[in-house]
């Protein structure tokens, strides 16, 4: 589960780019070859989890070269309220790699 709790960081655009965070954004789920997750941003302010069970996206924005996921954890039934700052470390067209300070996530956009 901390492996989902960390994929929170997974969306943004960096300072000075006109690239927009907005789409589908997945990496490989470790140790199960095939499968992805990640998170759906969308224009308007909501985001929604790719494969995700656990970790409940659901809006998104944008700071500048920050990017702030807020959502549910959901598990051992309890459900938490959670808010990730992400730095945009880069944004393409097919990629975003975000860092929350303790890891660095590489995602690319689903197609």
């Known amino acids: ?15 000075g780019n006109s690239m927009s965070v907005v789409g589908a954004w997945v990496e490989s ?5 095939g499968k992805v997750q990640g998170v759906k941003i969308e224009k308007g302010g909501n985001a929604s989890s790719i494969n995700m ?29 959670f808010a990730d700052t992400l730095e945009i470390i880069k944004l393409s067209a097919d990629s975003l790699i975000l860092n929350n300070g303790k ?9």
Not at 1 to 15: P, Q, S
């Open 103 to 111: 890891m660095t996530f590489h995602y690319a956009k689903q197609k």
């Open 53 to 81: 069970a656990t970790l409940v996206y659901e809006s998104w924005k944008q700071n500048g070269d920050q990017l702030v996921l807020t959502g549910k954890s959901i598990g051992n039934g309890q459900t938490i309220e």
């Open 1 to 15: 589960m901390l492996g989902v709790v960390m994929l929170l960081g997974i969306l943004t655009a960096c300072g």
């Open 29 to 33: 789920v470790p140790g199960m070859e």
